[in-house]
């Protein structure tokens, strides 16, 4: 007897959104080494983790936290830069693929939560990916 993919989300829902889930994970993780400039972005994280230890330590003086806070928004603006790239290559397929997801689901014992399965298994696929590729 042949299954086909529709038999088998019907049968296992929350396998199979794990499993769907994962697949879209991996798909923006790899999307995000091959396209993000690791180490510059890594090298504006230490920066704004730096400015933001100064800024403590400068609460005191106004004008010092205001020169730290201008230089931490021209990185945090260079930083979304940098992100900003990876994001567009990921949105539209995920705009195509998650209403797919849903209209497959909507027949399973899932219809109503589905969602939040396919979150909350994201963002630990997303964590895993993260440390496998040495993503910032």
Known sequence: MKMDYVS?????????????????????????????????????????????????????????????????MSHMGESMKHSFKPMLITTIPLLVVLPFIRNLFIETSLAGSWFWWYFASAIVFSMIFRKLFKLP
């Open 8 to 72: 088998l989300v019907i049968a296992y829902p929350e396998i199979s959104i794990v499993v769907v889930s994962g697949l879209i994970s991996l798909f923006i993780s790899l999307v995000n080494y091959f396209v993000l400039d690791k180490d510059r972005v890594r090298e504006l994280r230490d920066k704004q983790k730096a400015l933001n230890e100064q800024m403590k330590t400068h609460k005191d003086n106004p004008q010092k936290l205001q020169d730290l806070q201008k230089e931490m």
